[in-house]
């Protein structure tokens, strides 16, 4: 069983900046895809930026140019950089891995609310 221990959410004003963790309890590197969803109230859960076995960073639209999405091989760990945040940007942040199977875990969210 794979366990993903989010944090560093919290409320932050906009235009105010977080950084989110997201921990394995086994190595990211055996994962094909690692990466960031969040889901606001009322909304389905969206992909907000992924890495693949390919290194090619993928992000929402929304968020291209304030977030950033990277990862620490040596400590199983993947981070969010967010900046510039927006009201919008409020919702329930997962981070999320997928197996070569195509088998995936989620952490258990982390909240971040943009005040306006």
């Known amino acids: 069983q794979v366990h993903l221990v989010e944090s560093g959410g919290g409320l932050v004003q906009s235009g105010g900046s977080l950084r989110l963790s997201c921990t394995a309890s086994v190595p990211i590197v055996s994962f094909n895809t690692v990466g960031w969803y969040r889901q606001a109230p009322g909304k389905q859960r969206e992909s907000v930026a992924t890495i693949p076995h390919t290194g090619i960073e993928n992000y929402a639209e929304s968020v291209k140019g304030r977030f950033t999405i990277s990862r620490d091989n040596a400590k199983n760990t993947v981070y969010l950089q967010m900046n510039s945040l927006q009201p919008e940007d409020t919702a329930v942040y997962y981070c999320?891995?997928?197996?070569?199977?195509?088998?995936?875990?989620w952490g258990q969210g982390t909240q971040v609310t943009v005040s306006s």
């Open positions: 999320n891995v997928v197996r070569i199977d195509d088998i995936q875990y």
